[in-house]
Nanobody, 116 residues
Framework: QVQLVESGGGLVQPGGSLRLSCAAS????????MGWYRQAPGKQRELVAT???????NIADFVKGRFTISRDNAKNTVELQMNSLKAEDTAIYYC??????????WGKGTLVTVSS
């Protein structure tokens, strides 16, 4: 079965930077869209950023200009570079992969805490 493993979460001060990584494994199928979603306590899960196999990105307005997303199609990895972090960015960040087989997978999440 497909597994998505996130890494890079942790504690960072406001204004700081953090880089999240996600690696997909367990399938020969190719991934159409990879991305990141987040969920803060008491809030709904929301889209942060996605990137297609062709490089098309979709960035949420609340992180545009601060976060960038990239991927390596050959390695089935996706990264989220987060700069100028704010306290409201605190959340569990989940990696997502949507395959060309039309199946969606989620990682277990990695906690990002932005606090002084």
């Amino acid at each position: 079965q497909v597994q998505l493993v996130e890494s890079g979460g942790g504690l960072v001060q406001p204004g700081g930077s953090l880089r999240l990584s996600c690696a997909a494994s367990g399938s020969r199928a190719n991934i159409y869209i990879m991305g990141w979603y987040r969920q803060a306590p008491g809030k709904q899960r929301e889209l942060v950023a996605t990137i297609s196999s062709g490089g098309t990105t979709n960035i949420a307005d609340f992180v545009k200009g601060r976060f960038t997303i990239s991927r390596d199609n050959a390695k089935n990895t996706v990264e989220l570079q987060m700069n100028s972090l704010k306290a409201e960015d605190t959340a569990i960040y989940y990696c997502n992969a949507f395959y060309y087989t039309n199946i969606n997978y989620w990682g277990k999440g990695t906690l990002v805490t932005v606090s002084s």
